[in-house]
């Protein structure tokens, strides 16, 4: 695959002294995410611009965690979450903030990333930490300890436009007009379902439709401040309750076996013309599967900003990976310069037109030719600034708390439970890990 870097990113790059006989730069990522692809894609371009064999590897998360948390360092770069920040304080990660105050290791493209082209909650998200807050973002007292990135993720509503249109109905603006359009458009003698929810995460973080829902209203997940070991569950909000409450309020419209489906359950049904509207979270799913030729729908489905209330339109999940450097990397100064290569306008406008990756530059989703390709790359940026992330992401018993929302959230919709008794089951939970692990006194 050919690839050419700006050349303002190659003039402003330091001459590194990197023999070809040299050890391989190894690169690690999550797995099932598409990410190693378009990065092998480059690997011949990198080798031209280093002088060194690039290999990547895709491990899944429990695998990746123990490799990198090893004694011994086995990756020049890795993906990072902020789920590792423990590991930050435990030196596991390389502080990057004095190679991005050194001009000639910096390029003005990596310059300009953080300046504003990559988006301000990613770089909250996963690049900024504050060591003292114990929290990633941006504040006075923050490091650098990443850069974006792998990808992002945009919480997104996809339609059939010609449904839509046959009834003369716009995208909903609030979750009342949401569900009024799902009762509206449910035509079972069709074999269409008004909607479709993730009933089955299948290992992903349960952030689709409750967390949507939570979230565009102004709702959080947990409560209080880490430093002050003062987190508890906010599941049993008045926020919660509602977001559980519209669920239930259509699951009449939906597959009897809705519970059951996976992310790639319900975007083949919506493909497939059984689904009029849904909610989908662009990293779980790459939307241009909704717009392949494997789709029938592929002219007839449209994306827009999910609903919201309050003020909160359009707010719903957004995560994704930053790049970090191992502390025990062989060569940090190549290890820096190879994830600026990685994070780069034109790589990242790259594997968004040929991978639908959700990308982590605001330039990427202004690119005409980007943008001709990947038509829903324009919605996905008008939200990715009001993406949010589940205050759990920042501790690193985050894993156990999924399992507990999930396996509460799953078994009350399955039984058709009230929201209180259920929600009271999740903060029960949540609370009692929470406890044990300290950040609840």
């Not at 018993?397 to 039984?415: C, N, Q, S, Y």
Request: proline fraction near 6%; charge should be negative.
């Amino acid at each position: 695959m050919m690839c050419t870097p700006y050349g303002e990113f190659k003039k402003n790059m330091m001459s590194l002294q990197a023999e070809p006989s040299g050890l391989p730069v190894s690169i690690a990522v999550n797995a099932g995410e598409s990410d190693g692809a378009p990065i092998r894609d480059w690997s011949g371009c990198y080798k031209d611009r280093f002088m060194r064999i690039l290999t990547v590897d895709e491990l899944r998360y429990d695998d990746l965690s123990e490799k990198l948390f090893s004694k011994e360092a086995v990756f020049d770069v890795t993906v990072y979450a902020p789920m590792w920040l423990q590991h930050v304080y435990n030196g596991r990660f390389l502080d990057l903030s004095d190679f991005y105050k050194n001009d000639q290791l910096t390029t003005d493209d990596t310059r300009d990333g953080l300046d504003g082209d990559f988006f301000r909650n990613y770089l909250d998200y996963a690049a900024w930490v504050d060591i003292d807050a114990h929290r990633s973002g941006r504040t006075d007292g923050s490091r650098l300890m990443a850069l974006p990135g792998t990808h992002t993720g945009a919480t997104l509503m996809f339609y059939r436009k010609d449904l839509f249109d046959r009834i003369g109905a716009k995208p909903p603006v609030t979750w009342d007009e949401y569900n009024l359009l799902v009762k509206e458009l449910n035509r079972p003698q069709e074999q269409m379902n008004g909607t479709l929810i993730c009933g089955r995460h299948n290992g992903q973080p349960p952030v689709t439709d409750w967390y949507a829902r939570l979230a565009s209203q102004g709702g959080r997940q947990l409560i209080g401040e880490p430093a002050q070991r003062s987190l508890r569950s906010n599941a049993c909000s008045e926020e919660g309750i509602r977001a559980y409450r519209l669920i239930q309020d259509i699951f009449a419209y939906m597959p009897e076996d809705v519970m059951e489906y996976s992310t790639a359950d319900c975007l083949h049904a919506m493909t497939q013309g059984h689904s009029a509207v849904q909610i989908g979270i662009t990293s779980f799913a790459f939307p241009q599967q909704y717009f392949s030729k494997d789709s029938l729908m592929a002219d007839r489905i449209a994306a827009a900003p999910i609903p919201g209330e309050n003020g909160y339109e359009g707010v719903g999940y957004g995560g994704g990976w930053s790049w970090a450097v191992p502390a025990g990397a062989a060569n940090p100064e190549l290890s820096w310069q190879t994830i600026q290569f990685f994070s780069s306008r034109e790589f990242d406008s790259y594997r968004c037109m040929q991978y639908g990756t959700t990308p982590i530059r605001r330039s990427t989703t202004q690119n005409p030719d980007v943008i001709k390709k990947q038509p829903w790359i324009v919605q996905a940026g008008a939200v990715m600034d009001k993406a949010v992330a589940p205050e759990y992401f920042n501790i690193p018993e985050a894993p156990a708390v999924m399992k507990v929302i999930d396996a509460e959230l799953t078994a009350g919709l399955k039984a058709r439970a009230p929201a209180e008794e259920v929600l009271k089951k999740v903060d029960a939970g949540v609370d009692s890990i929470l406890r044990g692990a300290g950040w609840l006194d």
